[in-house]
């Protein structure tokens, strides 16, 4: 194993096995007979390769969602004996696929004021969070902004209002046109977001660069 596929699951080198069987008890058991079925067909000849999605153990007990291509080097009698694969951690991109696949379906044939409601009400479900708005500059040079539409885990839909940018992590998004995360403390370095913990803002730009 690679020093960057031990670092993917938390391991060194004297913390595992250096073979198939300890690549195998990574596995999801939820996923093993799958890959084992699809390793068997690429072994077999019937697949020109091995490429599987699968779940592999982080050994803090979490889950790493990968891409696994491999391919199995033949003798001149066409035996296998070796199979060469990569996995690719793609665990950040599932978990964004999920939620923009919930928005999707959540927004689908929505349009007008209810697109906008659908979508925070769908965003806040996808990402699981206490509060979600869409918000559209009020001004020119923008130092305020109103919203279009608000969600809240407590609430549900709630009325829509305008606020000043000036002291709040929006400025940074409309401001610079840049993505901000912010997990945790945001109450600390905004004092005016009091009792708020964490913050994600993501700009809406138009084509010609003007920030909606």
Not at 64 to 83: F, K, Q, T
Not at 101 to 118: C, I, L, M, S
Request: overall charge negative; glycine content about 8%.
């Amino acid at each position: 194993f690679s020093p960057r596929w031990l670092g993917m699951l938390g391991f060194v080198p004297a913390d595992i096995g250096h073979d198939r069987v300890a690549w195998r008890e990574r596995i999801h058991p939820d996923d093993r007979a799958a890959v084992d079925a699809a390793i068997a067909r690429h072994l077999a000849g019937t697949e020109a390769r091995f490429e599987h999605e699968l779940r592999l153990l982080h050994r803090d007990g979490s889950v790493r969602n990968v891409i696994s291509p491999g391919i199995a080097l033949r003798d001149e009698h066409g035996s296998p004996y070796r199979l060469v694969g990569l996995d690719t951690d793609v665990t950040r991109l599932k978990r964004v696929q999920t939620v923009l696949d919930a928005v999707a379906e959540g927004t689908a044939g929505a349009f007008g004021d209810e697109f906008f409601r659908a979508m925070v009400r769908h965003f806040a479900r996808a990402l699981d969070v206490d509060r979600v708005f869409v918000t559209e500059c009020a001004d020119e040079p923008v130092t305020r902004v109103r919203t279009l539409a608000v969600w809240s885990k407590s609430q549900g839909h709630t009325a829509n209002f305008e606020y000043a940018l000036d002291g709040t992590p929006c400025a940074e998004v409309v401001g610079e046109g840049r993505a901000c995360f912010h997990p945790e403390g945001v109450s600390r370095m905004f004092p005016r977001e009091k009792g708020v913990e964490s913050f994600l803002g993501l700009p809406i730009v138009a084509s010609d660069g003007r920030m909606l």
